[in-house]
């Protein structure tokens, strides 16, 4: 049968040929930008001296390895999960001393907000919220009144580091500086608030919080409140800068600010407003801790590769090596809940599970129990030291001098605890 091609109705062909191929279009571009994979990219930040990451692009990031400073630093995969090992007790009976599995532990003191050694570095001294008292832990566990005043409702404590002496600020802005060894209290002002002392105990750190934004700064003063000098305005930037000295009283605070997406850079502020170099974060949200040299920063941070779940890193901090030998320790914890007790070793309590967005709200953690953990600071290696007895979400560590006893306060219950490391 012959086929008369010029009796056929093209313009309707050519209509449902045109239809259908709008048709494919549209279910391609549909699947393009929604159920694609895309390609992953990250965006390289200067580190200082101008010099960029290295970053191996090529297509799809396979390894999810950067390297920053010439050191290779592993990404979590796409899951968010950190990568390190879980430990497993390799006995259900706890242990009278941490040895790696599960550990006894015993209670110290009840109501117990606020811990640090005295001036020996062996006994512990505290804060009891319901009684409003200070008290120090003797060799026996007992315990003894540092002063027979009572301070009630105390908010935050901070504790000068080689004496029994402290900062307290209270709900009303009121804030005290008193000495347990003389008994003198002075009176500092209201407008200030998040004190440190300096290694030597010669001057104080603070921000002045004026209810006029544009005079607020960061200062110091001696602790007394004579002196006082403003070092840099902060006005609404406030809440990113954190004031904290040194150990070699070079730095007094901290400032952070976005570099991209997920990463932010850490500027340091000097007594006198000298300039030093800044570090680029692995992150947002940094907590930091200083080694004893302060040659190098131990510091938290969270960021999209991590599921904005914590991790710590460790970099040099001192002089032109500022921002230099970067390197990820395989842990997923903040640095607060991590105590440093010398040069090369830090102890951290790390949760037994991070819930992703961790970094953004640290709240969804405050029921983990937590592992605690040894980390060799020249290395990054860590090594597991022991699971409490009780699934304890740890507040704050402490370590004696003589490395015998780890002291650690938990959130919910605010009890002081004791686990025997020797």
């Not at 709200?361 to 029921?367: G, Q, T, V, Y």
Request: aromatic fraction near 10%; proline fraction near 6%; charged fraction near 20%.
């Amino acid at each position: 049968m012959t086929i008369d091609f010029k009796s056929l109705p093209w313009k309707k062909i050519g209509a449902v040929a045109g239809f259908i191929a709008v048709c494919l279009i549209m279910g391609y571009a549909i699947f393009y930008v929604f159920f694609r994979t895309p390609t992953p990219v990250v965006t390289p930040i200067n580190q200082p001296g101008g010099k960029p990451v290295s970053l191996p692009i090529s297509g799809e990031i396979t390894n999810r390895e950067i390297i920053i400073n010439n050191v290779p630093v592993n990404i979590p995969t796409g899951s968010g999960e950190v990568i390190r090992t879980t430990p497993t007790s390799p006995t259900t009976v706890a242990s009278d001393v941490a040895e790696g599995g599960l550990t006894k532990v015993s209670d110290v003191s009840y109501n117990t907000t606020d811990i640090a050694l005295d001036p020996s570095a062996n006994k512990l001294m505290g804060y009891d919220s319901a009684s409003g008292q200070f008290f120090k832990i003797n060799d026996d566990g007992t315990k003894t009144q540092l002063s027979d005043k009572t301070f009630k409702n105390v908010q935050t404590v901070t504790w000068a580091p080689h004496s029994e002496k402290t900062i307290m600020e209270f709900p009303d802005g009121s804030n005290i500086l008193y000495d347990f060894t003389t008994g003198k209290q002075i009176t500092l002002p209201k407008n200030w608030t998040e004190f440190s002392f300096s290694a030597d105990e010669s001057q104080i750190g603070f921000k002045d919080m004026d209810n006029n934004v544009d005079k607020r700064f960061v200062g110091i003063s001696n602790p007394d409140g004579s002196n006082q000098q403003y070092i840099e305005h902060i006005g609404s930037e406030a809440p990113r800068v954190k004031v904290q000295w040194s150990p070699n009283k070079q730095v007094m605070a901290t400032y952070e600010k976005g570099a991209n997406s997920d990463f932010q850079r850490l500027y340091f502020i000097g007594p006198n407003a000298q300039e030093f170099g800044a570090i680029d974060l692995n992150g947002y949200g940094a907590q930091i801790k200083y080694t004893p040299d302060a040659e190098q920063i131990v510091y938290s941070a969270h960021n999209s590769f991590t599921g904005h779940k914590p991790q710590l890193n460790i970099v040099d901090a001192s002089g032109d090596d500022i921002g230099g030998n970067s390197r990820v320790v395989e842990l997923s914890t903040w640095a607060n809940k991590c105590t440093i007790t010398s040069n090369t070793t830090m102890y951290c309590a790390v949760p037994k599970e991070m819930p992703e967005g961790a970094g953004w709200f640290p709240e969804l953690a405050d029921n983990i129990g937590d592992y605690i953990y040894q980390v060799d600071l020249q290395t990054g290696s860590t090594s597991f030291i022991a699971e409490p007895e009780v699934d304890y979400s740890i507040n704050k560590m402490i370590v004696s001098a003589d490395g015998s006893k780890l002291y650690f306060t938990d959130k919910t219950t605010q009890t002081l605890h004791e686990i025997k490391l020797k």
